[in-house]
Nanobody, 112 residues
């Protein structure tokens, strides 16, 4: 089973940007859908976006127009570009396949 590892989180000021990476242990082209989730402190985990092939679906209304995705098949990595970040985007971000395990995630903190 392909393992996914998140990275790229950090501390950023409101209005700033971050790019999260989701690196696969195998050929990412073989993964039908990759899901980005996030979990804020004290809140339930929520779906941020589902990426099937080259298209993003099920994008959370709270991030529409601010978050975009891309992929580099040569690096077996997908990316979540997060722009115009807000304090409410603060969360641990995860990438996951439909049946794969949860990873450790990467912390994103938006604060001045």
């Amino acid at each position: 089973q392909v393992q996914l590892v998140e990275s790229g989180g950090g501390l950023v000021q409101p209005g700033g940007s971050l790019r999260l990476s989701c690196a696969a242990s195998g050929n990412i082209a073989n993964i039908e859908t990759i899901y980005w989730y996030r979990q804020a402190p004290g809140k339930q985990r929520e779906l941020v976006a589902a990426i099937t092939g080259g298209a993003a679906t099920n994008i959370a209304n709270s991030v529409k127009g601010r978050f975009t995705h891309s992929r580099d098949n040569a690096k077996n990595t997908v990316y979540l570009q997060m722009n115009s970040l807000k304090p409410e985007d603060t969360a641990v971000y995860y990438c996951k396949t439909k049946s794969g395990p949860w990873g450790q995630g990467t912390q994103v903190t938006v604060s001045s």
